[in-house]
């Protein structure tokens, strides 16, 4: 069954399902980012764009693995523009998701990412089961870490972990918030359920 909408809205921005027809501005957006992403973002460790049809494969297997009640990956626009990429991840246990996001470079220090991580951990709480969302950064990436300490989250713990990113130490900062802390509605939200 799958719980999560095709599309949430946040106060300036649409967060939906990338779809086949985005591939060819899915690998715009990232080839004009790579310098940015290289630093932290192990697939975007290539010297070019990746190719239209490796992100039609991606975006396919995105969407299966949505409506088999997995991870949630989403598009984040603004207008017709491709501003990031972002997703609800079911890689911390059961009761938990991890929010994961990246901004096209321009569109950095925006607020965008902080605007996504609420909107997300508003959308999180609204699925039955879930009393947990994390955030989690290399030590090194400290815009990334300015976003969940901005939303209220909790620097819960260091953790080492292989470097998989040119810039990244090797130390992980996870930050958590529970349910019970969470303020919802920080920005405005509306979200339409998958069809």
Same mark, same amino acid.
């Given at each position: 069954?799958?719980?999560?909408?095709?599309?949430?809205?946040?106060?300036?921005l649409?967060?939906?399902?990338?779809?086949?027809d985005?591939?060819?501005?899915?690998?715009?957006?990232?080839?004009?980012s790579?310098?940015?992403?290289?630093?932290?973002?192990?697939?975007?460790?290539?010297?070019?764009?990746?190719?239209?049809?490796?992100?039609?494969?991606?975006?396919?297997?995105?969407?299966?693995?949505?409506?088999?009640?997995?991870?949630?990956?989403?598009?984040?626009?603004a207008?017709?523009g491709?501003? +990031?990429?972002?997703?609800?991840?079911?890689?911390?246990?059961?009761?938990?998701?991890e929010?994961g /996001?990246?901004i096209?470079?321009?569109?950095?220090?925006n607020? /965008?990412?902080t605007?996504?991580?609420?909107?997300?951990?508003?959308?999180?709480?609204?699925?039955? +089961?879930?009393?947990?969302?994390?955030?989690?950064?290399?030590?090194a990436?400290?815009?990334?870490?300015?976003?969940?300490?901005?939303?209220?989250?909790?620097?819960?713990?260091?953790?080492a972990?292989?470097?998989?990113?040119?810039?990244?130490? +090797?130390?992980?900062w996870?930050?958590?918030?529970?349910?019970?802390?969470?303020?919802? +509605?920080?920005?405005?939200?509306?979200?339409?359920?998958?069809?």
């Amino acid at each position: 069954m799958d719980p999560w909408p095709e599309r949430t809205e946040t106060e300036r921005l649409v967060l939906r399902c990338w779809t086949v027809d985005d591939a060819a501005a899915l690998s715009a957006a990232i080839g004009e980012s790579l310098e940015h992403l290289r630093p932290w973002m192990p697939w975007a460790s290539g010297d070019a764009p990746p190719s239209v049809a490796s992100q039609v494969e991606l975006i396919t297997g995105w969407d299966a693995q949505r409506r088999d009640g997995g991870d949630l990956t989403l598009g984040v626009f603004a207008g017709d523009g491709v501003v +990031g990429g972002t997703g609800l991840h079911r890689r911390v246990g059961p009761g938990g998701l991890e929010i994961g /996001y990246w901004i096209h470079v321009d569109h950095v220090r925006n607020g /965008y990412a902080t605007e996504v991580s609420a909107g997300l951990t508003d959308l999180a709480f609204t699925i039955d +089961g879930i009393d947990r969302v994390e955030i989690h950064h290399d030590a090194a990436n400290v815009p990334s870490g300015r976003v969940p300490a901005r939303l209220g989250y909790r620097r819960i713990a260091d953790v080492a972990h292989p470097p998989e990113a040119p810039a990244e130490t +090797g130390v992980r900062w996870c930050w958590r918030i529970r349910r019970e802390e969470w303020v919802p +509605g920080q920005f405005t939200l509306r979200w339409s359920p998958a069809q």
